[in-house]
């Protein structure tokens, strides 16, 4: 049980597209989902916080209007990356929980590549 | 604010070799600490957890004991298998519900 998926697992695209990025929990309401996104041998850094519903949560730093964040059912939340550019490819994971304190399960990430 | 230090990487071993990747943190209070692995191409998966201190977490062979004292998590595994080959996250759970993760050390293990 507690199945994420992510969709697209690797994108290509040219520089100055927007791109989605879907995450869903295929087997149990996710109140809170989070996004992170992994540099090339570092950590991964958490984007922000959705809860179904509401606005996102961002981190420092993170760009809201650059990382769209919607989380609008218990099953689906989607990170859309706006004109988007070489810097911005990277490491994108999901991961959900179905509880406040609730262990968060993992989608298997996607992989970004702005040309 | 909270952190989490774990031993920088490559780790390469040879089969059946015992492993011990290095994890401390810095908390208030006091965490849940997480071990993830994450295989090539792949999301990150759990691999074991501890809630309270002197808790082990265990799974698959790998260990790793809560020490309050020590502020650490270390994880080991008495005989690696090439198909332990990964990237290794040791992570604490934030006062947010969110997860605090180390840098990752990637371990290989060759046959």
């Known amino acids: 049980g507690a199945v994420v998926s992510q969709h697209p697992s690797r994108v290509i695209c040219k520089s100055g597209t927007s791109v989605k990025i879907e995450c869903r929990s295929l087997?149990?309401?996710?109140?809170?989902m989070f996004w992170y996104r992994q540099f090339p041998k570092q950590s991964l850094m958490l984007m922000a916080t959705?809860?179904?519903?509401?606005?996102?949560?961002?981190e420092q730093g993170v760009e809201k209007d650059k990382f769209l964040i919607n989380h609008a059912s218990l099953t689906l939340s989607t990170l859309t990356v706006t004109s988007a550019h070489p810097e911005d490819s990277s490491f994108y994971i999901c991961?959900?929980?179905?509880?406040?304190?609730?262990?968060?399960?993992f989608g298997d990430g996607t992989r970004l590549s702005i040309l | 604010g909270d952190s989490v230090t774990q031993m920088e990487g490559p780790v390469t071993l040879s089969e059946e070799a015992f492993l011990t990747i290095n994890c401390t943190y810095t908390a208030t209070g006091y965490p849940s600490l997480f071990w993830y692995v994450q295989y090539p191409g792949e999301g990150l998966q759990l691999l074991l957890k501890a809630t309270k201190a002197d808790d082990k977490g265990s799974n698959k062979g790998f260990e790793a004991t809560y020490r309050k004292e020590t502020t650490s998590f270390h994880l080991e595994k008495g005989s690696v298998q090439v198909s332990d080959s990964a990237v290794y996250f040791c992570?604490?759970?934030?006062?947010?519900?969110?997860?605090?993760f180390g840098k990752g050390t990637k371990l290989s293990v060759k046959p």
């Open positions: 959705s809860n179904e519903g509401s606005k996102a949560t961002y």
């Open positions: 992570a604490l759970g934030g006062s947010q519900g969110n997860l605090i």
């Open positions: 087997d149990f309401q996710a109140t809170t």
């Open positions: 991961s959900a929980r179905d509880a406040p304190r609730g262990p968060q399960h």
